[in-house]
């Protein structure tokens, strides 16, 4: 099957794009269809091929941080025993270092497999924990201190748990908060920095999606700004392309109407 | 020390080598996962740095691919490219990821979000290592392009930014970027050529 010629010229333009993985996935298909009907398309992309991999090497060069090795190594071999393998997830780095946190904290469960390299752990726990940011010490600070740590940490461990990071808006440049977000067992949010609300007003929590900003709960910060919020959002809610929070009426409001404080996109 | 080790077994064998290096990964080998790290850190690192900018976030995207490494090595199919290659693009991948999401922090109302449109760096990678002299040279063919040519190719490789969005950003036509592109890439390709023994 070969294309007409017009069809041709402008995909033969596409090729060079295409071998650098610059092309949005609405235009591969087109691409990829004609490349196989095509063999002076296939050939120009053999010779392009290798331009994609100069192109990652010939940037500035950089040995990472030493002390980054051991970090990254032992997170994999903590998280990798704490979920005895899913091949699936998508593990933000975060999860692993909270996940090191909750064996340090005594959540014996995984210690079986871990009694050789306890030792080395605990040492590299320590470099690990001053290296750790603020928010993924507040999760696994949140995570220990709640009264039913075992449903949070249903989510954080879901193999379909996706990160979601918030930042504070212009009514609020302090606060910040993290969502994770898994269809399967529901959402978790953690946030510092909130501002007190005056009377008669709460913060709303919402899944943006393309159609409208869905209501996932309100949201009530203790004294010091700090949210730790676990909703059960399993079911018909669909998929977020941003999670927000924004100060209502006491009891809510059904589509947002007050200041935005907190917001961020899903990937 | 990346350099040493690349000069003493040269292109094919640290492709087999990382090969034999994943297919042990697959079965769990922890020596094999840091066998890889030490080989190509450097590489991912140094991708991301100029990718997202600020060194912690290229630490975090480090982080990200080698435990994606981890996770789903039973799934690379070596046949594909080489391990580099898939290194490259998850690297990218993750890299863009992020630029995206800190891009995103301007209010979600301002984000018309239904028509984002941005590239897939998850096209197969036919990674080949270049020695750090051939990188210089490289560079600086990109460097001496001319800037109509080299600006879209950086916005669309390193800042993972669509056509569109390149046009809008220089204020010229769809098609103009798209063939300016081309030519730098095509420049890059012949010097590419030229560069190797």
Redesign the interface.
Known sequence: MSAAPRDHDALR??I???????????E?SAVESHLRGCAECAAELA???????????????????AA??A???S???A??RASA?????????WL?AAAMLAVAAGAGLYAAGLRERVRTLQAQLRVALDRV?DGERRVAVALRNAADAEAPLAVLVAPDVRRI?L?G?PVAPRASARAFWSRSRGVVLTATNLPALPPGRTYQLWF?T?QAPISIGLVKPDANGSVRRLVDTRGDFPEP??V?VTIEPDGGAPAPTGD?YL???A? | MWLAVLATIGDASVADADRRALQRTVRGDHDALAEVYDRHARLVYSLALRIVGRQPDAEDVLQEVFTQVWRQASRYDTSRGTVAGWLVMLTRSRALDRLRRERAEVPAADIDWASVDVVDPETAVDLQLVTAEQAARLRLVLEALPEAQRVPLELGYYDGLSQSAIAARLGVPLGTVKTRMRQALLRLRDALAEARP
């Open positions: 333009e596409q060079a794009l295409y071998a650098i993985g610059a092309l949005p996935a609405s591969r010779t392009l091929g290798p331009v994609s991999g100069a192109l990652a090497q010939i940037v500035p060069q950089h040995d990472p941080p980054l090795r970090r990254i190594l997170s994999i071999a998280s990798d393998r899913r091949p699936t997830a998508a593990w933000a780095p692993a940011a990071d930042a808006q943006v393309p392309v941003a927000a935005k917001v961020g996109a990937q």
